[in-house]
């Protein structure tokens, strides 16, 4: 599933093929996605020049002259720029047509991702109204995390994974983060104290920028992800390494189940 490294790697590179381009056509090939994919949408998109494009959580936001789309991935879609004539494989439900001449073009094999149109502030749109702060922006600071572990008896990555609380935070980077600020995962959210938290944040933010740095952890076909994608996996201090030593102190990482996932982590540099 894109996490959100993969989902921000994905917006890095569509960019610069859609920014300042006109879409002549959005062709809805198969309309049933997560949710039916208005009818009315190709109407309202056509002519329209794009903007920017951004990303909220897990959504990319293909902000056009008078209004944005929201895309979101879901399990396992994907996103190319391709020339417009290229024939169409199975999964690709979506074409967003540029006046470049490329499309964009959207393969879904699960079909759990979605496209959605507003012609309002999309911040206000349902799907992102109620979304909690993003981990790289500057509103997920120690003293948010410090506030929002208080008279929580949760085990602190399964609050960290809480997109209730932070977005964009999968079981890899809650594992990495959690032994790179030495805290141990099921430790009781509410135990942390604000020192802990602060490490927690810095640790967070920093797993995430590496592995966008690297492109995402899986191998995909993304635009734009022309790095090694496996490199961020083989740097990975915890997670999926059980019985294997500990890159600091050689001791054995352990695996444990929290919230029907697996955690890893060491003992000893997790105290
Ligand atoms: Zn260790």
């Excluded at 039916?36 to 990319?60: C, F, W």
Aim: charged content about 25%; proline content about 6%; aromatic content about 6%.
């Amino acid at each position: 599933m894109p996490e959100l490294p993969e989902v921000e790697t994905t917006r890095r590179g569509i960019e610069p093929a859609l920014v300042d381009r006109r879409v002549i056509e959005l062709a809805v090939h198969e309309p049933r996605l997560r949710w039916p994919v208005a009818a009315g949408i190709a109407a309202d998109v056509a002519g329209q020049r794009i903007t920017g494009v951004r990303r909220r959580a897990k959504y990319l936001l293909i902000d056009l002259k008078r209004g944005t789309l929201l895309l979101h991935l879901g399990m396992s879609g994907s996103l190319r720029i391709l020339p417009a004539s290229t024939a169409r494989r199975a999964h690709d439900h979506l074409d967003l047509t540029l006046d470049s001449g490329n499309t964009l073009r959207f393969n879904d094999p699960r079909r759990f991702g979605s496209l959605h149109y507003t012609a309002d502030d999309p911040a206000l749109h349902p799907l992102l109204r109620e979304l909690a702060p993003e981990p790289l922006d500057g509103g997920f600071t120690a003293e948010y995390l410090f506030r929002v572990t208080r008279g929580r008896s949760v085990a602190i990555k399964l609050l960290v994974m809480n997109s209730h609380l932070v977005v964009g935070v999968g079981n890899i980077y809650a594992s990495e983060a959690l032994f790179l600020a030495g805290v141990r995962p099921g430790r009781a959210a509410s135990s942390l104290t604000r020192e802990q938290c602060a490490r927690l944040v810095t640790a967070i933010r920093a797993v995430l920028r590496k592995a966008i740095r690297f492109g995402g952890t899986t191998l995909r076909d993304y635009v734009g992800a022309d790095g090694n994608p496996g490199y961020f996996k083989q740097q990975l201090y915890v997670y999926e390494r059980a019985g294997e030593r500990c890159r600091n102190c050689d001791g054995p990482i352990k695996q444990v189940t929290q919230g029907q996932r697996s955690t890893y982590y060491c003992p000893r540099c997790q105290g």
